[in-house]
């Protein structure tokens, strides 16, 4: 049986299925930074109470929690292609209407946190079936390399390309980001309903089988795979940690460091550039290393990165140690999210991807709490070093967890969760 240790696997073909939907995630991501950058200046305008703007951005990861399990069993029961560019243009008639009402002068904070909770409330479905769709599109041995070119792309759209757009749409009126956000979500739903995917091999329900069943099955199979079970909890532990880093960033450039808003924007583009340059050496690291061992030296060279922003106060070590950790953190998600893949079983994959990212999520809440409680009390470094504490619990959870070679398939589903034929 080929294991992940295996080569890096060749690159997907861009013709055909994945380019298209390389293209409608591309879009999706250029739109949503529209939309996100967008939506708390506009906020600004309505009202200047600090705990109703920041209610804007809660109710963005609010449905994870929510709704996550479930947007995970309903991906597996459905055509996951349909539903995708469904709720693409589901979405893309909300947004639109929002930026109707937003030119006519009906917005409100109210009106933003239901667009914010209705919008993620959709991507709780269209994540878990995109994940789910991935590798009937692409052959086996190069879904690594598709990862990292769609969440490198993602980067590029959102990261690069989305925000500084937002200045000169905002010359034209406060609605024009949204329009524009609608109009990716109905060429990217476009695409999507030109995708013609191998069909998962589904076998019928069992009687009386219900969403709750399923969910629980989804929960079972991700707590008995020992190599899941272990990405999981580590995943938990880094997002805590990235949650206390992104809660007080600002803080630790422009107070710790004095580097004002300038020093901010340099830190998060060299994180993004990171990011990018962690997508492109992915493949070659994988094929050096292996896939498991580039998530743990992924987390180890992260921890590094982290305690040189808390103890060196340094605009230009920050810098460096941003770009670090953005390319090892692309690292880190594009292997994750591939071990998930190949070790699902075919017909389970929206419920043990949604059990994962739900319970990966929640760390970020804990973490941004615990970031400003350790900021105020210790200092404003602090937070960056209570990352490396918690990544340095995530790395050493995943230890045990891959103590020996890890099989693409669970050794308890071997005989039964073939990926499907292409």
């Known amino acids: 049986m080929a294991t992940v240790e295996a080569a890096g696997g060749r690159a997907p073909a861009w013709r ?13 991501s250029f739109g949503d930074a529209l939309r996100t950058a967008a939506l708390p200046l506009l906020a600004t305008t309505l009202t200047d109470e600090p705990l109703a ?18 947007g995970g069993a309903v991906a597996d029961r459905v055509d996951q292609r349909r539903a995708m560019w469904t709720v693409d243009a589901l979405r893309g008639l909300l947004v639109a209407c929002f930026a109707v009402a937003v030119g006519l002068g009906h ?18 479905l269209f994540d878990n079936a995109s994940t789910a769709l991935l590798p009937s599109l692409v052959d086996d041995d190069a879904l690594g390399s598709a990862n990292a070119r769609l969440m490198t792309g993602q980067k590029i759209a959102g990261g690069l390309l989305g925000a500084p757009v937002v200045p000169l749409l905002l010359a034209g009126g406060a609605a024009l980001p949204f329009a524009a956000d609608a109009a990716t979500f109905l060429l990217a739903a476009a695409l999507v309903a030109s995708l013609r995917p191998a069909s998962p091999a589904r076998g019928p329900r069992p009687a009386g089988s219900t969403l709750r069943r399923e969910i629980t099955e989804g929960l079972r199979t991700l707590a008995r795979d020992r190599a899941l079970r272990g990405l999981c909890a580590a995943t938990a532990l880094c997002n805590i940690g990235v949650g206390a880093l992104i809660a007080t960033m600002v803080l630790l450039v422009t107070g710790w460091l004095d580097a004002g808003h300038t020093g901010f924007v340099v830190a998060t583009t060299a994180y993004t550039v990171g990011s990018l340059a962690g997508g492109a050496v992915n493949r070659l690291l994988v094929s050096r290393v292996g896939r498991v061992r580039a998530v743990l030296l992924g987390g180890s060279v992260q921890i590094g990165a982290l305690v040189v922003m808390g103890t060196v106060r340094s605009l230009l070590a920050l810098v460096a140690a941003m770009a670090l950790f953005g ?51 210790w200092g404003l470094n602090t937070p960056a070093l209570l990352a490396a504490a918690f990544f340095t619990l995530s790395v050493a959870s995943l230890i045990p967890a891959f103590k020996r070679d890890v099989p693409v398939v669970a050794p308890q589903d071997s005989a039964t969760t073939a990926h499907v034929p292409r």
């Open 16 to 28: 055909g299925g994945f380019g298209r939907l390389w293209g409608a995630a591309v879009l999706s």
């Open 327 to 377: 390319l090892m953190g692309m690292v880190w998600n594009v292997n994750t999210t591939t071990l998930m893949q190949q070790r699902s079983p075919a017909d389970m994959l929206g419920r043990v991807s949604s059990a994962f990212r739900t319970l990966g999520v929640a760390g970020a809440p804990i973490g941004a709490l615990l970031g400003g409680a350790v900021a105020t009390a």
């Open 107 to 124: 917005a409100s904070i109210g009106l933003l946190i239901a667009l914010a909770f209705a919008l993620t409330t959709f991507q709780t």
């Open 53 to 70: 703007i920041a209610a804007v951005t809660a109710c963005g990861y609010l449905p994870w929690l929510v709704f996550g399990l479930l």
